[in-house]
């Protein structure tokens, strides 16, 4: 085994890859040279699969890849974060924004421990990415050596491929295979490279077996097509529904041309989960916009009303904002078979690319004569707005978070990248960005958790420098990584970053209320000075406390030209309801008040002095009305609010 740590300078041919962009493939084109260390390999064969860019954080683990990477530094960047987890959430979020493979690094133990969450998020969101971690000396693993902690086994359940390097000639052929494997099966592949076989020989440890210049870059995306009859099946389904209800998810971003023709035939209108915002824009006149807990009235009821559920490119997970099976006919398009059924029970589902496979579809659908359905979620639609609108302009003090949504959504420019976090702020950035057609909206979907907002909007201006890119966040969230201005701050990247500063985990507060009936417990944060923090870190902090301002204050920050913080104070107590109440939630939330809520005064005075009827009427709908039930609330309430 002596070999293993000769360093043999040896130079093998091999075929260099040409990665398309437009196509995301990956072609094998001239024939080239590589020479080096096994890290070198590795390198060099990862940025042959499109690998412009990494972020992560060296350690003694990673050490020989990072001298590979300083080595190749001019085809692959790298790019130092403050924390692991941020590097991973940036690296999904490369891959949400670029449609191409994500890459974050991390050394051995800890760092590889820090990167599991935002590897999560790329798992539970479907996006490409490949971690690469450090691992002890490969004679040393499993002998409690320092930071001997099996990577591969605990990176076992986030990733679709998942392999240790046992010599310096498996380099290459792991990186081809952990590339091809992340691109064509969605998700995170992981190699985790023993520190001392980084810096060996690219061919060092040969079995007979591994015959060099074997393996390639090549790879093409699946494009699976549903057959003539399929085809037909989907169509005879569509043409002979009354009231057709489109949910288009994160897999129709592509297909917003395709999706409106198909609205437009068959007089359907589009409901949104988050991760679809941008399939169409907002104003499209064939949406319904967002759907569940942050969505919209008419999107409820265009999900209780069909009679037909035609699902593109989503698995949205709430089934209770679904129609009711048995109530509607089902017809799916996803790219992944696996997927078919899953929510909802379909009559047909196929499987391919949305925008390919409606493209396919629309010769086959006949334009509805009748548009009632899609007129009255227009009508909805208009109802809806005028209401956000009036919302997004109260001038009450505290802020309400409304205003500041509202305020920055007139001020976006068209092309730009909007990231957002997990939190009441979800909602209000759901409900008041208006999407258009050129501008991009990510979060984290499926996983939901806190403090990828800003870590993504670092990666969205890393891959685009020119274009504007923000995040809004809350106070917790934004805590979470907030070392992540040292990166902003590193590189200078002009992103703004939009807190809502409500000094609580408003999320679980309103759910510990409004779900439960119980009084808040646990939530509250004390307040931090996150202009004055930015200020210190060498960005830009802005203040806005009054609703009045606020327009003008966000105009001067993102005319700011370097990174810059807003921190915009605003009424905890106001709180995110759903488009249709549940005669329960006000019940719970009287509950909550009575049990000794500690701030039931104002939140009572927020919501509750002669309002319990607007409670449910929200977005002009007040189906769920219910006299006794009024009654029984102001009882609960009584003596709280007068
Ligand atoms: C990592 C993680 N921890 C906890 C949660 C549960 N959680 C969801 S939203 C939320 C509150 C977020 O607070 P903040 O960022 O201040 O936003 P706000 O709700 O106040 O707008 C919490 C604790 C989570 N989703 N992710
Ligand atoms: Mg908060």
Redesign the pocket.
Same mark, same amino acid.
């Given at each position: 085994m002596r070999h293993l740590f000769v360093s043999q300078r040896m130079t093998v041919r091999r075929v260099k890859g040409h990665y398309d962009m437009a196509e995301q493939t990956v072609t094998a084109q001239e024939p080239t040279t590589v020479e080096g260390t096994a890290a070198d390999a590795f390198i060099e064969t990862i940025h042959n699969w499109g690998i412009d860019t990494i972020f992560g954080l060296p350690g003694d683990g990673i050490n020989g890849l990072m001298e590979a990477l300083r080595v190749h530094q001019e085809k692959v960047r790298f790019v130092q974060v403050r924390h692991e987890e941020a590097a991973a959430f940036m690296a999904c979020a490369y891959a949400k924004y670029t449609g191409r493979l994500g890459c974050c690094i991390a050394t051995s133990g800890p760092g590889a421990i820090h990167l599991l969450?935002g590897l999560y998020d790329a798992k539970m969101d479907g996006q490409p990415v490949l971690a690469i971690t450090g691992m002890t000396y490969h004679d040393l693993i499993g002998t409690f050596y320092q930071q001997d902690v099996n990577t591969e086994a605990l990176f076992s359940d986030v990733t679709v491929y998942n392999e240790r390097v046992m010599s310096g000639s498996q380099a290459e052929e792991l990186a081809n295979m952990a590339c091809r494997a992340a691109l064509s099966r969605h998700g995170v592949a992981h190699i985790t490279f023993p520190s001392d076989l980084q810096e060996v020989a690219h061919d060092a440890g040969q079995s007979k077996a591994n015959i060099a210049s074997h393996t390639s870059t090549n790879y093409r995306p699946e494009h699976a097509l549903p057959t003539q009859n399929e085809l037909e099946r989907m169509a005879e389904i569509l043409n002979s529904g009354k009231k057709v209800a489109i949910l288009a998810g994160r897999g129709a971003l592509d297909a917003t041309d395709e999706l409106e023709q198909v609205a437009d035939l068959l007089a359907a209108p589009i409901a949104k989960p988050l991760l679809g915002k941008a399939a169409v824009p907002d104003e499209s006149p064939y949406t319904t916009g967002g759907i569940g807990l942050l969505g919209t009235a008419p999107s409820e009821d265009a999900m209780e009303n069909c009679d037909t559920l035609f699902m593109i490119g989503s698995s949205y997970p709430y089934m209770e904002f679904l129609p009711k099976p048995g109530a509607a006919r089902g017809v799916q398009i996803d790219r992944d078979p696996e997927r078919i059924g899953l929510r909802y029970p379909v009559e047909i589902g196929v499987t391919g690319d949305s925008k390919t496979v409606l493209q396919a579809l629309i010769p086959l659908l006949k334009r509805k004569k009748d548009r009632s359905f899609l007129e009255t979620a227009q009508k909805g639609m208009k109802q809806w707005w005028a209401l956000l609108d009036e919302r997004g302009q109260r001038r009450d003090t505290p802020m309400k978070p409304q205003v500041v949504a509202w305020e920055l959504n007139r001020l976006l420019a068209d092309d730009a990248i909007i990231s957002t976090?997990? %939190?009441? /702020?979800t909602t209000w950035a759901a409900r008041y960005l208006r999407i258009k057609r050129g501008q991009m909206f990510s979060c984290s979907g499926n996983l939901?958790?806190?403090?990828p907002g800003f870590p993504y909007a670092n990666a969205a201006q890393v891959a685009f420098p020119n274009r504007q890119c923000i995040a809004l966040? %809350?106070? %917790? %969230?934004?805590t979470?990584l907030m070392g992540e201005l040292a990166t902003a701050v590193k590189y200078n990247l002009p992103v703004k970053i939009i807190i809502?500063k409500?000094n609580?985990?408003?999320? /679980?507060k309103w759910e510990q209320m409004v779900f439960l009936g119980n009084p808040e417990y646990g939530v509250e944060?004390q307040t931090l000075d996150f202009a004055g923090i930015a200020d210190a870190a060498g960005a830009k902090g802005f203040t806005i406390t009054d609703p009045t301002k606020c327009r003008a204050t966000l105009e001067e920050a993102l005319r700011h030209p370097g990174p810059a913080i807003i921190q915009a104070v605003v009424d905890p107590n106001e709180p995110p309801m759903p488009a249709k109440v549940k005669p329960e939630q006000v019940l719970k939330m009287a509950e909550s008040l009575a049990r000794g809520e500690p701030n039931r005064i104002r939140i009572g005075a927020t919501l509750f002095r002669d309002k319990v009827d607007d409670l449910f009427v929200t977005g002009g709908h007040n189906d769920n009305a219910d006299e006794g039930l009024i009654d029984k609330v102001k009882d609960k309430i009584r003596g709280i609010v007068e």
């Open positions: 969450n976090d997990s %939190g009441t /702020i939901a958790t806190m403090a966040v %809350g106070d %917790g %969230g934004f979470m809502f409500n609580v985990l408003g999320q /679980i944060l």
